[in-house]
């Protein structure tokens, strides 16, 4: 008799077979641009605490302290006895820190998504999506129930094409900076098309906030663009704020509609109030560190200046995010293991996270790197890209 799952068996083997199983590994150490690894120590180069604050003493010292105050748990949903007055501190001082009317906390960014747009549309509406999407936005949009139209990559004019034949709300959903490619979405362009035809702009920020613009404000900053033109902004707090959760940030109405409506916020407990004090301590370094993001933004310039002279097939990123091309899967994955046997944690992004035939090293940089950490980087590289089967 056939044991149960049998057939998950045939899928899983299927899967390892076009070289896109996936594994994880077991972290020893603190987050940081070193950790340990099954007893070896590693730099990395894949998380996305890009400004190094996931272990700064500051934040760990406020999640202690909103521990003691508040206990781990948050013991229910917001609507019912989990907002504490630091998760209340924490989304005014977001909506402060994004120039938006309100912030609204989720437990994560792709519960923040799903239920943002699943309850701004239903049937009868229409969604229009970027194909390069992250996944929580493409499964939030047909969990709407709308009807879901995907649109060239960063392409404008694909989409008012297809915005003019749409009936009911129309919602334009966007990466700001795309998570496995690293380029910015055409923000300015995309607000033009979408007040044309009276539609509704949501970006999500997760890989810009905090790490984008002078001030950190991420991509709606970079494009100077407000509430009016993007009135739907989300971000999330586990990559450049170093902590865990999202927000919602925009009008009045738009928040009241979230607490009233999106099933992701009303069903799930609060995010712990520890949490929010960890992120309010972060928020504060955010804003008052700028050279984090400056030197940001110089170690990704030089990693990717120095794989052009290499020969090595970058993107069109001008983010922390340096994606190289590698295309096959199996020599994506093999380069990273070799890597990892060097030193460096650099992750294989297969399919069907990006699109097939381009799979690639997704390289990331924290502002707790050093120009020696993106010199050796690329040494290694050299050597092990060219060896590569
Ligand atoms: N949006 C984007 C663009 C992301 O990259 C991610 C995280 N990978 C999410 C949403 C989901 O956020 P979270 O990890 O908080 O669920």
Partial sequence: MAHPFSELTAELDDIAQQGLYRSRRIIESPQGINLEIDGRNVVNFCSNDYLGLANHPDVVNAFKAGADQYGVGSGSAHLICGHSAAHHALEEELAAFTGRDRALLFSTGYMANIGVISALLGRGDAVFEDRLNHASLLDGGLLSGARFKRYAHADAADLSANLEKAAGNKLIVTDGVFSMDGDFAPLNELAVAAKKQGAWLMVDDAHG?????????????????????????????????GTFGAFVA???????TLIQKARTYVYTTALPAAVAEATRASLKIVISESWRRDKLKKLSERFRLGAEQLGLQVMASSSAIQPILIGDSQRAVNISNALLDAGFLVSAIRPPTVPQGSARLRVTF?????????????????KIIAGCK
């Avoid at 970079?222 to 707090?237: A, I, S």
């Avoid at 925009?250 to 009241?256: A, D, K, N, P, R």
């Fill in 209 to 241: 906030l905090g790490v984008i613009g002078e001030y950190g404000g991420g991509i709606v900053e970079h494009y100077g663009l407000g509430q009016d033109d993007v009135p739907v902004l989300m971000g999330t707090l586990g990559k450049g704020f």
């Fill in 366 to 382: 924290s502002a707790l790197h050093e120009e020696q950490h993106v010199d050796r980087l690329l040494d290694a590289l050299a």
């Fill in 250 to 256: 925009g009008s009045e109405v738009l928040i009241e």
